[in-house]
């Protein structure tokens, strides 16, 4: 039977960084995917991700993008490649504070606080500020916005590229169109069975994204929620307005629901189009069962609800579209903790729709907690744990 120090089950936005981070430390470290990542399948795809250090989700997430910023420019002077892009952000809403957002009662409220707390460059801008900064956007009058310069875009095929490229230098082995069909803890430590045959471990490291419920057992399927998500590209009248240097990454909140909300990109290079998505929640689903497909109408839809009235530039028929998945737990945070009656198998997934950003930083800190004689979860993650959704 192959052998390893530590296996890392999926590796996408999370898994390629904690495999990276082993192979840097000389662990003995397997990967293992069911596809060929960068892949479109999972949750780390579609050409752009936003990044901000005013993380309105809260200071518990502070310390990992600011983290994960660190290694992305390491990684970009070790390869040439570029893989954060700082347009600046903005974050709109109404005012009073009524905005729900990824578990945050008061987002823009909360993303200023985080920012003051951690010494963030930012603003806080009135919308005639923003109306006059970015005539892009047709507010209703009385927006409050919080602007970041230092926000901006992750680009997530090329990191999750990078990271296994390095990885597999570094003497860590990517295994992939492999499928992990279950664990199997020992006193010595892990067995993981996969479609190929097993794998002895002395620690694993699921982060498997949406497959992560259905290998972790029912007590975390049941805090783990799937939900299917649709990204979508638009025509604009002026491409040029849109550019980098002219129009931020954004969050527009605009009513008290969690799906009364959009986000967006500027143009990026190499691209016709501006980016932008919403967030639903209506239904859970079965990733290996999930539409794939993005009907026109969705798309449609899409703008209709939130880009008609707000971004006047903005075409109405996308010229592409695409689909992701979401695992969120109740809260909408994190989920890292040792497994249920586990001692060897970390999970880490359920980042809930706004994981990329902490990615590297959070791969770091699993590599050390999954290298270790005995397995601690940091006292900084308590919020993460699983205990939090006991009766």
């Known amino acids: 039977m192959d052998t390893a120090d530590v296996v890392v ?59 994960s910023h660190a290694i992305w420019r390491e990684l970009e002077a070790e390869t040439g490649e570029t893989l954060l892009l700082q347009t600046g952000g903005l974050i709109l809403g109404p005012p009073g504070g009524g905005t729900s957002h990824h578990g945050q009662g008061d987002f823009v409220g909360q993303s200023i606080a985080v920012a003051q707390a951690g010494g963030v460059p930012h603003e806080v801008l009135d919308a005639a500020e923003i109306a006059r900064r970015y005539p892009q956007l047709a507010l209703q009058g009385d927006e409050i916005g919080y602007f970041e310069p230092s926000a901006g875009v992750v680009l997530p095929e090329r990191c999750v590229a990078v990271q296994l490229r390095l990885a597999a230098a570094l003497g860590a082995a990517v295994r992939t169109g492999e499928t992990v069909l279950r664990l199997d803890e020992t006193p010595g430590g892990v067995t993981v069975v996969t479609d190929r045959g097993q794998l002895q471990a002395g620690a694993v490291v699921l982060c498997a994204g949406p497959w992560l419920p259905g290998l972790a057992g029912p007590a975390v399927a049941a805090q783990a929620l799937v939900y299917r998500q649709t990204l979508h590209w638009y025509p604009v009248a002026d491409p040029a307005a849109f550019a980098p240097e002219r129009f931020p990454v954004f969050i527009w909140i605009h009513g008290a629901t969690p799906e009364d909300y959009f986000y967006g990109f500027p143009i990026l290079p190499g691209s016709a189009a501006i980016k932008v998505a919403s967030e639903r929640y209506a239904a859970p689903v079965d990733p290996d069962q999930m539409e794939r497909g993005v009907p026109a109408a969705e798309s449609a839809a899409i703008h209709q609800r939130h880009i008609a009235g707000r971004l006047p530039g903005v075409g109405a028929a996308a010229l592409r579209a695409a689909t992701c998945f979401y695992t969120v737990t109740p809260d ?60």
Request: glycine content about 16%.
């Open 332 to 391: 909408s945070g994190f989920l890292v903790d040792l497994a249920p009656g586990s001692s060897r198998v970390v999970l880490a997934s359920a980042c809930s729709g706004h994981g990329f950003k902490h990615s590297a930083g959070l791969g770091e800190v699993l590599a050390a907690m999954a290298a270790a004689d005995r397995i601690v979860i940091p006292p900084g993650f308590a919020p993460f744990a699983l205990g939090r959704f006991a009766p």
């Open 9 to 67: 089950v999926g590796l996408g936005a999370v898994g390629s960084a904690t495999l990276h981070r082993l192979a840097k430390q000389g662990v003995r470290a397997v990967g293992i995917d069911r596809f060929h990542p960068p892949h479109d399948r999972g949750s780390t795809h579609g050409e752009s991700r936003i990044t901000r250090l005013g993380v309105g989700e809260g200071a518990a997430y502070a310390s990992l993008v600011r983290r």
